[in-house]
């Protein structure tokens, strides 16, 4: 059975700082990539980061700069540093396992900016 770890949500002042955590367990495929979507009221779901099983990053251009994704020493942990907060980061955070057979998500964690 696979299971998700999500922490690290909660409410924060703009200009202020969170760290997500993520681990996944029970996944049998290997995997290629984890990450971290978000999905704001009204919003689809949109990536936010990733990193590869090699290390390689992408993040979003409104991300740039402010948060840091990095793999955990777990297998399939990941981690997502995000500072200088905007009101506009306010979204559920998705963790996710992007896998040679199906992807797998996590169940979310709130994140939320006070401006």
């Known amino acids: 059975q696979v299971q998700f770890v999500e922490s690290g949500g909660g409410l924060v002042q703009a200009g202020g700082s969170l760290r997500l955590s993520c681990a996944a367990s029970?996944?049998?495929?290997?995997?290629?990539?984890m990450g971290w979507y978000r999905q704001a009221p009204g919003k689809q779901r949109e990536l936010v980061a990733a990193i590869t099983s090699d290390g390689s990053t992408n993040y979003a251009d409104s991300v740039k700069g402010r948060f840091t994704i990095s793999r955990g020493h777990a297998k399939n942990s990941v981690y997502l540093q995000m500072n200088s907060l905007k009101p506009e980061d306010t979204a559920v955070y998705y963790c996710v396992a992007l896998s040679t057979g199906p992807n797998y998500w996590g169940q979310g964690t709130q994140v939320t900016v006070s401006s």
């Open positions: 029970g996944i049998i495929f290997s995997i290629n990539a």
